[in-house]
């Protein structure tokens, strides 16, 4: 399939969609025109040239349960050992 328009693209892609079986698309674009996802070779989708840097996650401290001292995790209302709420 062949896509030389961005006119065509909603019909190519509902075409693409309802086609039982592999589809190989050879979509054009302008020359120099940044097409994503930019995955450098031997890397990840995590590793697009252009993805904003995340911050680092705080790593949140588990939650023990007063009642039973099981370990839980910092988003539970309740432990799921017991049901005290935490």
Same mark, same amino acid.
């Given at each position: 399939? $062949?896509?030389?328009?961005?006119?065509?693209?909603?019909?190519?892609? /509902?075409? #693409?969609?309802?086609?039982?079986?592999?589809?190989? $698309?050879?979509?054009? $674009?302008?020359?120099?025109?940044?097409?994503?996802? #930019?995955?450098?070779?031997?890397?990840?989708? /995590?590793?697009?040239?252009?993805?904003?840097?995340?911050?680092?996650? /705080?790593?949140?401290?588990?939650?023990? !349960?007063?009642?039973?001292? /099981?370990?839980?995790?910092?988003?539970?209302?309740? !432990?799921?050992?017991?049901?005290?709420?935490?």
């Amino acid at each position: 399939m $062949v896509i030389e328009k961005r006119e065509q693209l909603k019909n190519a892609i /509902a075409q #693409m969609i309802a086609h039982d079986g592999p589809v190989v $698309v050879n979509a054009r $674009v302008t020359k120099d025109e940044n097409c994503y996802p #930019m995955v450098g070779p031997g890397k990840s989708n /995590a590793q697009m040239v252009g993805l904003v840097k995340q911050p680092p996650q /705080a790593v949140q401290e588990p939650i023990y !349960c007063s009642n039973c001292g /099981a370990k839980n995790l910092p988003t539970n209302n309740f !432990c799921p050992e017991c049901g005290t709420k935490l």
